[in-house]
C-alpha cells in the first residue's frame, strides 16, 4: 500500500503543478476592472494548492510506511493484471473517453449523463442483485446528475458549458 500512496502522491503532484501553472495564467481580467478574488484561475488555483498539500502529505505517509523501498514485484504480471488494477485502468479509459472523445462533440448534459451512467454501471456490474435494476439506476443517477450539474453551472453560477 505504501508503494501505491507513493505513487499516487507523485502524479497527485504533477497534476496540481499543472491545476496552478494553469490557472496562474488564466486572463485575471484586470482591463475590465474585476477583482482579482473573482478572476477565473482563483478557484483553481486555491483547488491545486490543495491537492498540492494532500498529495505532499500522501508521500510523507507513504515515505514513513516504507513505500520508498520494496519495488521488486511492482512490475511482474500479478500486479498489472490484478482487479484492482484493472479497474483503475477502466476508470482512466472511462474519463478519457468522457473528456476526449464526449465533451464538445454533444451537449454537456448528454455527455456528462452518458458518463456517469456508464460509470456506474461499470462498476457496479458484479455487485449482488438484479442487473437490469442496477443499470436502470445507473441511468436514472446518471440522467439526473448531467440535468442537475448543467443548470447549476449555466443557470446558477452562469458559466458557458461546451
Known sequence: MGRADL????????LSVAVVAG???MDRLEARRIHPLSAPGFT???LGLALGVA????IVQAVRRGGATGWSGAFDRESWFSPATLRLFGALALCLIYALGLIGRMPY??????????????????EGGSRWVRLAWAIGIGFGIGLIVSYVF?????????
Open 55 to 58: 498529495s505532499v502529505l500522501l
Open 7 to 14: 505513487v499516487t502522491g507523485a502524479v497527485l503532484f504533477a
Open 154 to 162: 449555466s443557470e446558477l453560477f452562469l458559466v458557458r458549458l461546451p
Open 109 to 126: 448534459w448528454l455527455a456528462t449523463s452518458l458518463f456517469v451512467a456508464s460509470f456506474i454501471a461499470v462498476f457496479e456490474w458484479n
Open 23 to 25: 490557472a496562474w495564467n
Open 44 to 46: 483553481p488555483g486555491l
